[in-house]
Protein backbone atom coordinates (compact mmCIF):
# COMPACT_ATOMS: atom_id res chain seq x y z
CA UNK A 1 0.00 0.00 0.00
CA UNK A 2 1.39 3.20 -1.28
CA UNK A 3 1.91 6.26 1.73
CA UNK A 4 1.03 9.50 0.47
CA UNK A 5 1.78 12.72 2.34
CA UNK A 6 0.68 16.32 0.63
CA UNK A 7 1.98 19.47 1.97
CA UNK A 8 2.42 22.79 0.66
CA UNK A 9 -0.93 24.42 0.28
CA UNK A 10 -2.16 27.75 2.10
CA UNK A 11 -4.26 30.53 1.67
CA UNK A 12 -3.16 33.03 -1.61
CA UNK A 13 -5.29 35.79 -3.26
CA UNK A 14 -6.40 35.39 -6.39
CA UNK A 15 -3.57 35.55 -9.31
CA UNK A 16 -0.93 34.49 -6.59
CA UNK A 17 1.03 30.61 -6.78
CA UNK A 18 1.68 27.90 -4.96
CA UNK A 19 3.56 24.72 -5.05
CA UNK A 20 2.31 21.77 -3.68
CA UNK A 21 4.71 18.33 -2.99
CA UNK A 22 3.22 15.20 -2.44
CA UNK A 23 5.75 12.35 -0.69
CA UNK A 24 4.89 8.80 -1.40
CA UNK A 25 6.25 5.67 -0.18
CA UNK A 26 6.82 2.34 -1.61
CA UNK A 27 8.33 0.82 -4.65
CA UNK A 28 5.66 1.44 -7.47
CA UNK A 29 5.85 5.34 -7.43
CA UNK A 30 8.00 4.97 -10.48
CA UNK A 31 6.00 3.52 -12.74
CA UNK A 32 2.79 4.45 -11.67
CA UNK A 33 0.28 6.95 -13.75
CA UNK A 34 0.01 10.10 -10.45
CA UNK A 35 -2.47 12.40 -10.27
CA UNK A 36 -3.46 15.53 -8.44
CA UNK A 37 -7.12 16.00 -7.20
CA UNK A 38 -9.21 18.57 -5.43
CA UNK A 39 -12.26 18.45 -3.05
CA UNK A 40 -14.28 21.45 -2.72
CA UNK A 41 -16.74 21.97 0.24
CA UNK A 42 -19.54 20.11 -0.78
CA UNK A 43 -18.89 18.70 -4.22
CA UNK A 44 -17.17 15.40 -5.22
CA UNK A 45 -13.59 14.85 -5.67
CA UNK A 46 -12.10 16.21 -8.89
CA UNK A 47 -9.05 14.97 -11.14
CA UNK A 48 -7.27 17.89 -11.52
CA UNK A 49 -4.18 16.39 -13.59
CA UNK A 50 -2.49 13.35 -13.60
CA UNK A 51 1.30 12.44 -15.19
CA UNK A 52 2.67 9.22 -16.80
CA UNK A 53 5.54 7.33 -15.36
CA UNK A 54 7.08 9.17 -18.98
CA UNK A 55 5.99 12.64 -18.07
CA UNK A 56 2.77 12.20 -20.49
CA UNK A 57 0.67 15.03 -18.63
CA UNK A 58 -3.15 15.17 -18.69
CA UNK A 59 -4.99 18.67 -17.46
CA UNK A 60 -8.63 19.49 -16.46
CA UNK A 61 -10.03 21.96 -18.84
CA UNK A 62 -10.51 24.24 -15.50
CA UNK A 63 -6.71 24.04 -14.45
CA UNK A 64 -5.14 24.12 -18.08
CA UNK A 65 -2.61 26.68 -19.09
CA UNK A 66 -2.29 27.88 -15.40
CA UNK A 67 -1.35 24.62 -13.56
CA UNK A 68 1.41 22.31 -14.03
CA UNK A 69 2.36 18.98 -12.56
CA UNK A 70 5.89 17.26 -12.44
CA UNK A 71 7.12 14.10 -10.65
CA UNK A 72 10.70 13.13 -9.90
CA UNK A 73 10.98 9.72 -9.56
CA UNK A 74 14.50 9.34 -8.20
CA UNK A 75 13.20 11.07 -4.99
CA UNK A 76 9.17 9.50 -4.94
CA UNK A 77 7.56 12.88 -5.62
CA UNK A 78 4.86 14.65 -7.37
CA UNK A 79 4.33 18.07 -7.75
CA UNK A 80 1.73 20.91 -8.44
CA UNK A 81 2.79 24.21 -9.32
CA UNK A 82 -0.23 26.30 -10.04
CA UNK A 83 0.20 29.75 -10.98
CA UNK A 84 -2.57 32.40 -11.32
CA UNK A 85 -4.89 31.02 -8.99
CA UNK A 86 -8.39 31.74 -8.57
CA UNK A 87 -11.23 31.43 -5.83
CA UNK A 88 -12.42 28.86 -7.24
CA UNK A 89 -9.17 26.88 -7.08
CA UNK A 90 -10.31 26.93 -2.83
CA UNK A 91 -10.23 23.04 -2.19
CA UNK A 92 -8.23 20.61 -0.55
CA UNK A 93 -5.94 18.81 -2.83
CA UNK A 94 -5.03 15.12 -2.87
CA UNK A 95 -2.27 13.42 -5.06
CA UNK A 96 -2.54 9.46 -5.60
CA UNK A 97 -2.13 7.17 -8.37
CA UNK A 98 -4.46 7.35 -11.49
CA UNK A 99 -7.33 5.84 -11.63
CA UNK A 100 -8.44 5.34 -8.48
CA UNK A 101 -11.01 3.10 -7.37
CA UNK A 102 -14.04 4.30 -5.06
CA UNK A 103 -14.68 2.68 -1.85
CA UNK A 104 -11.18 0.44 -2.43
CA UNK A 105 -8.43 3.81 -2.60
CA UNK A 106 -6.64 4.80 0.01
CA UNK A 107 -6.24 8.49 0.22
CA UNK A 108 -4.03 10.58 2.12
CA UNK A 109 -5.11 13.88 4.88
CA UNK A 110 -4.84 16.40 1.58
CA UNK A 111 -3.42 19.76 1.56
CA UNK A 112 -5.82 22.81 2.26
CA UNK A 113 -5.32 25.59 -1.03
CA UNK A 114 -7.87 28.69 0.37
CA UNK A 115 -7.76 31.39 -2.31
CA UNK A 116 -9.31 34.61 -1.08
CA UNK A 117 -8.45 38.26 -1.45
Known amino acids: QVQLVESGGGLVQPGGSLRLSCAAS????????MGWYRQAPGKQRDLVAR???????HYADSVKGRFTISRDNAKNTLFLQMNNLKIEDTAVYYC???????????WGQGTQVTVSS
Open 26 to 33: GNKFSISV
Open 51 to 57: ITSGGST
Open 96 to 106: NTWPTFPGRTA
